[in-house]
């Protein structure tokens, strides 16, 4: 599976951004909302770099923990954006606005201004079929594109 993350919209405190599915074609998943561009990186407060990285589940750590509570019927364990030069668990998650993220991906199914709207509905469909694609050992990549 192929995930494309298109940067739209760059401002001061956030980036908006288009979640696809490229693997075949081009679908639209979902709305996205990360930190900021900065030329040096300011710990919890910088988006990660363009380029393509892979994803796997991390099935330790606190978010895990309270996923495995929230969506107890979807969760495998937490959608992890690895290889990440100076960054460590990014995850892909729900959260409205750029105090909800360090560095991670926010999902939602409404965008106005810095705010992700419908965050939780916009997770509960993303998440299964990247999910179930993992956990049949399928390779998922994800591309940001600075556009």
């Known amino acids: 599976m192929k995930l494309e993350v298109l940067r739209f919209n760059s401002q001061e405190d956030y980036t908006l951004g ?3 599915d490229v693997t075949d074609g081009r679908k639209f998943l ?6 900021e561009y900065r030329e040096t990186k300011k710990k919890g407060e910088t988006r990660i770099p363009s380029g393509t990285y892979p994803i796997t589940l991390r ?3 606190g978010f895990h923990s309270r996923y495995s509570r929230r969506f107890p019927d979807i969760h495998k364990g937490m959608l992890w954006v ?3 030069p100076n ?3 990014i995850l892909i998650h729900v959260g409205n606005d750029q105090g909800d993220t360090e560095g991670c991906l926010l999902v939602g199914n409404t965008q106005k201004g810095g705010f992700i709207g419908d965050s939780v509905n916009g997770y509960k469909k993303i998440y299964p079929p990247i999910a179930d694609a993992l956990e049949k050992g399928e390779q998922v990549t994800i591309t940001y594109t600075d556009y």
């Open 30 to 35: 979902c709305y996205t909302l990360e930190d």
């Open 87 to 89: 960054f460590e668990y």
């Open 82 to 84: 690895r290889d990440v």
């Open 59 to 61: 099935t330790t750590g």
């Open 18 to 20: 288009l979640l696809f």
